[in-house]
């Protein structure tokens, strides 16, 4: 009969209990105080005393099993939180050697340990997966294993840097832990961190009869080597060399040096290889200690925070309840709209996918069904579970069962009069409780809300190129919205799994409002000579992920040309007439990479070359100018930022937090400068005001500092107070 440990503990929900029957422990982990289990000072509190009953041999315990009950999570990794009380390194690395003394005493238990996982085992739960003898993973799709923490700044600090290339070889762990991607039990099976794979059932089951087997000896475990790597090959000076070399190569190449993390974790993992398992311990927390309060990880730490928060707050001042979403259907069956439909399915939605011709439905089917078969492919779903997914989305040319869809987006080119007259379809073939969402990117949602006969169910859902790829949604409210359809538009696009913000419309919304001024300057800079490859340069060495001469190559330049023009007209008392680069780009065939004319050469297949000389003759030969890099940076970077205070002072973001996220996620903002709101608290506001009032000074009233700047400058006032994301 089982023997339930510290009972009193117990009915007092710990985040951790112990069960013992027959010589097993079940370790259960639950935390009541959070969505998911994370390595947090209680767990690893409470975790230390069950482990001091182990040691003293408490309940004849002959093997244990390490198992969560929170569903769709194990150990989701470390409480973040609490990387806001870090004063300093030593702060940080006295966190890291805690969780680093607690896994040892795992790995060192005299009884075999195993995890059972079913569930996220990210960052801090796969490194104490690691310190268990064994590991069994469920085929949940919820079961992901990985090491992310680059994307936050810092390096694994439990242990990971020293026991991943000791299990799995250099070149896969260091693939895992520079990537941070997270991998699913079958690829974790393939790639050796799990020794194996079962239903969910089942897990406890087998992971019970494994343990047991264990500690009779009658399964081996599959150790991790002392030092070295287990691939023989790897451990040869020159193939070692090489395997650092070219990841220094490519962390380089996607990074620009710009964040210390990955070339850190690449340093701690060289030198401490060959080392015992100890001394590769210490060299991980005094990295983790150094990088955990580095302004890059303070940064992206914020990101992290404010993500999350944006993904948890639909924007409403009273809470509505959200409609389930279980159709959608799309009208406008165009790059955009294929790119809707296949997130949509992927998410489990049905979607219905509407264009006027068959032959432009059949081609939409087309693009969102190849989509979703590559994604399939890179999971290795079986046969059947990609022809279920693909065949969710089902093509029309009539608007025959969007009476049963929960909301409509419409994906139609950006004219007024088109919308309007599709808007006015949609609802007399919709059911009177749809929500009925635009994709528009540059018409005010209240012109389109005019042609709605139920105007407070019209909304923004702005969607980023490409579709699958970009995390944000843009949902705009007009002031006639339905809170209801506010918060079922919020549901669906955290269902979808994007990242959503919700802004008050205005002209260009928030993210292309921002991104109109930086685009416009990075034009007249080409006019003034700027060469298009050093103003690219310096602003991908500024950490932006492309240059914005090679965005407007993206984008399209008759896009782009029209986004201009409306937000010129907008704000003509500052922004002025649009540069004449673009229009000179257009009246020439040039709309970038969709035709293969742009301000960059593209091959047959569309491929990016250098850049096409013969553009400086088309915008007026203008003599060639030599900028410091810095300049470039200074005048493109503080537009964009200063542009941002001005929608939170006009009240188009409703907080500082949505300006970030908006502007990491929708536009590539370096996160490591954690947006442009987080970018003058590190500055300070009175560096950026000053600086913005040389601009001025200098090239005129497009860079007079937004009122709002002033005020926090005068003020010594920050947009994130200490402790706020």
Same mark, same amino acid.
């Not at 510290?6 to 105080?33: F, H, K, T, W, Y």
């Not at 680069?581 to 709309?591: I, S, T």
């Given at each position: 009969?089982?023997?339930?440990?510290?009972?009193?503990?117990?009915?007092?929900?710990?985040?951790?209990?112990?069960?013992?029957?027959?010589?097993?422990?079940?370790?259960?982990?639950?935390?009541?105080?959070?969505?998911?289990n994370v390595i947090s000072e209680g767990l690893l509190r409470e975790m230390g005393d069950l482990l001091d009953r182990l040691e003293n041999g408490e309940g004849g315990v002959r093997a244990a099993v390490i198992i969560s009950e929170k569903k769709g999570t194990w150990i989701a990794g470390?409480?973040?939180?609490?990387?806001?009380?870090?004063?300093?390194?030593?702060?940080?690395?006295?966190?890291?050697?805690?969780?680093?003394?607690?896994?040892?005493?795992?790995?060192?238990?005299?009884?075999?340990?195993?995890?059972?996982?079913?569930?996220?085992?990210?960052?801090?739960?796969?490194?104490?997966?690691?310190?268990?003898?064994?590991?069994?993973?469920? !085929?949940?799709?919820?079961?992901?294993?990985?090491?992310?923490?680059?994307?936050?700044?810092?390096?694994?600090?439990?242990?990971?840097?020293?026991?991943?290339?000791?299990?799995?070889?250099?070149?896969?762990?260091?693939?895992?832990?520079?990537?941070?991607?997270?991998?699913?039990?079958?690829?974790?099976?393939?790639?050796?961190?799990?020794?194996?794979?079962?239903?969910?059932?089942?897990?406890?089951?087998?992971?019970?009869?494994?343990?047991?087997?264990?500690?009779?000896?009658?399964?081996?475990?599959?150790?991790?080597?002392?030092?070295?790597?287990?691939?023989?090959?790897?451990?040869?000076?020159?193939?070692?060399?090489?395997?650092? =070399?070219?990841? @220094?190569?490519?962390?380089?190449?996607?990074?620009?040096?710009?964040?210390?993390?990955?070339?850190?974790?690449?340093?701690?993992?060289?030198?401490?290889?060959?080392?015992?398992?100890?001394?590769?311990?210490?060299?991980?927390?005094?990295?983790?200690?150094?990088?955990?309060?580095?302004?890059?990880?303070?940064?992206?730490?914020?990101?992290?925070?404010?993500?999350?928060?944006?993904?948890?707050?639909?924007?409403?001042?009273?809470?509505? *309840?959200?409609?389930?979403?279980?159709?959608?259907?799309?009208?406008?069956?165009?790059?955009?709209?294929?790119?809707?439909?296949?997130? =949509?399915?992927?998410?489990?939605?049905?979607?219905?996918?509407?264009?006027?011709k068959p032959e432009a439905a059949a081609k939409g089917l087309r693009t969102a069904r190849e989509s979703l078969a590559k994604r399939a492919k890179r999971k290795k779903m079986k046969r059947f579970q990609v022809t279920a997914l693909t065949d969710r989305v089902q093509p029309t040319t009539?608007?025959?069962?969007?009476?049963?869809? !929960?909301?409509?987006?419409?994906?139609?080119?950006?004219?007024?009069?088109?919308?309007?007259?599709?808007? *006015?379809?949609?609802?007399?073939?919709?059911?009177?409780?749809?929500?009925?969402?635009?994709?528009?990117?540059?018409?005010?949602?209240?012109?389109?809300?005019?042609?709605?006969?139920?105007?407070?169910?019209?909304?923004?859902?702005?969607?980023? =190129?490409?579709?699958?790829?970009?995390?944000?949604?843009?949902?705009?409210?007009?002031?006639?919205?339905?809170?209801?359809?506010?918060?079922?538009?919020?549901?669906?696009?955290?269902?979808?799994?994007?990242?959503?913000?919700?802004?008050?419309?205005?002209?260009?919304?928030?993210?292309?409002?921002?991104?109109?001024?930086?685009?416009?300057?990075?034009?007249?800079?080409?006019?003034?000579?700027?060469?298009?490859?050093?103003?690219?340069?310096?602003?991908?060495?500024?950490?932006?992920?492309?240059?914005?001469?090679?965005?407007?190559?993206?984008?399209?330049?008759?896009?782009?040309?029209?986004?201009?023009?409306?937000?010129?007209?907008?704000?003509?008392?500052?922004?002025?007439?649009?540069?004449?680069?673009?229009?000179?780009?257009?009246?020439?065939?040039?709309?970038?990479? *969709?035709?293969?004319?742009?301000?960059?050469?593209?091959?047959?297949?569309?491929?990016?070359?250098?850049?096409?000389?013969?553009?400086?003759?088309?915008?007026?030969?203008?003599?060639?100018?030599?900028?410091?890099?810095?300049?470039?940076?200074?005048?493109?970077?503080?537009?964009?930022?200063?542009?941002?205070?001005?929608?939170?002072?006009?009240?188009?973001? @409703?907080?500082?937090?949505?300006?970030?996220?908006?502007?990491?996620?929708?536009?590539?903002?370096?996160?490591? @400068?954690?947006?442009?709101?987080?970018?003058?608290?590190?500055?300070?506001?009175?560096?950026?005001?000053?600086?913005?009032?040389a601009l001025e000074a200098r090239y005129g009233k497009r860079f007079a500092p937004a009122a709002r700047l002033e005020e926090m400058a005068r003020d010594k006032r920050r947009f994130f107070e200490d402790g706020d994301a």
């Open positions: 009969m089982a023997t339930i440990l510290d009972e009193e503990q117990a009915q007092a929900a710990p985040p951790v209990r112990m069960e013992i029957s027959d010589g097993l422990a079940v370790i259960r982990l639950n935390d009541p105080a959070r969505p998911v470390a409480d973040i939180e609490e990387f806001k009380n870090f004063q300093g390194p030593a702060d940080a690395e006295a966190a890291s050697r805690a969780g680093q003394e607690l896994l040892n005493r795992i790995e060192r238990l005299r009884i075999p340990v195993v995890a059972a996982i079913d569930g996220a085992a990210l960052g801090g739960g796969l490194e104490t997966a690691l310190a268990c003898t064994y590991r069994i993973a469920t !085929d949940s799709p919820k079961t992901k294993l990985g090491l992310p923490e680059v994307q936050l700044g810092i390096i694994p600090g439990a242990g990971g840097t020293a026991r991943l290339p000791r299990l799995i070889g250099l070149r896969g762990a260091l693939d895992l832990m520079l990537t941070g991607k997270q991998l699913d039990a079958r690829r974790a099976l393939k790639a050796g961190i799990v020794d194996e794979v079962v239903p969910a059932p089942i897990l406890l089951e087998v992971a019970g009869r494994q343990a047991m087997a264990l500690a009779a000896r009658k399964l081996q475990p599959r150790a991790a080597r002392p030092s070295g790597s287990p691939d023989r090959v790897e451990n040869l000076l020159p193939m070692k060399r090489l395997i650092f =070399s070219k990841a @220094r190569q490519g962390v380089m190449s996607k990074t620009h040096g710009l964040y210390p993390a990955p070339l850190r974790l690449l340093k701690v993992v060289e030198r401490g290889i060959d080392k015992s398992v100890d001394e590769a311990l210490d060299l991980e927390a005094k990295a983790f200690g150094e990088l955990a309060v580095t302004p890059e990880a303070r940064s992206l730490v914020h990101v992290f925070f404010t993500s999350t928060a944006a993904k948890n707050d639909p924007g409403l001042e009273t809470p509505a *309840k959200a409609n389930p979403i279980d159709q959608v259907a799309i009208v406008g069956a165009g790059f955009m709209g294929a790119g809707i439909a296949a997130t =949509s399915a992927e998410a489990g939605i049905r979607v219905r996918l509407k264009d006027v009539e608007y025959t069962g969007f009476h049963a869809s !929960d909301i409509v987006v419409e994906a139609v080119f950006e004219d007024l009069d088109l919308k309007h007259r599709v808007i *006015k379809e949609i609802e007399d073939a919709a059911g009177e409780g749809v929500v009925l969402g635009s994709n528009t990117s540059t018409i005010p949602i209240t012109k389109l809300a005019e042609a709605s006969a139920r105007p407070d169910h019209v909304i923004g859902l702005h969607f980023f =190129s490409p579709v699958e790829k970009m995390p944000l949604v843009e949902i705009i409210t007009h002031a006639g919205t339905a809170d209801w359809v506010t918060a079922t538009a919020h549901g669906y696009a955290k269902k979808i799994g994007k990242t959503p913000i919700v802004v008050h419309d205005a002209p260009g919304f928030y993210v292309n409002r921002i991104l109109s001024p930086y685009m416009a300057e990075a034009a007249l800079l080409l006019q003034e000579g700027v060469r298009m490859e050093d103003i690219d340069r310096a602003m991908t060495d500024w950490g932006f992920p492309v240059g914005p001469i090679t965005l407007y190559d993206e984008v399209g330049l008759d896009v782009a040309q029209k986004a201009g023009k409306i937000m010129a007209a907008a704000f003509s008392d500052r922004m002025g007439n649009p540069p004449t680069v673009v229009d000179r780009m257009v009246e020439d065939g040039r709309l970038g990479r *969709k035709n293969g004319k742009g301000f960059y050469t593209f091959d047959g297949d569309g491929k990016k070359g250098g850049p096409d000389e013969a553009v400086y003759a088309l915008i007026g030969n203008p003599s060639k100018k030599e900028m410091p890099k810095a300049e470039i940076q200074e005048r493109l970077g503080l537009v964009m930022v200063n542009e941002a205070v001005r929608t939170l002072e006009e009240g188009v973001l @409703r907080s500082a937090r949505d300006g970030d996220v908006g502007a990491v996620f929708g536009i590539g903002f370096p996160p490591f @400068r954690g947006g442009p709101f987080w970018f003058v608290d590190t500055e300070g506001a009175q560096s950026v005001l000053e600086r913005l009032r």
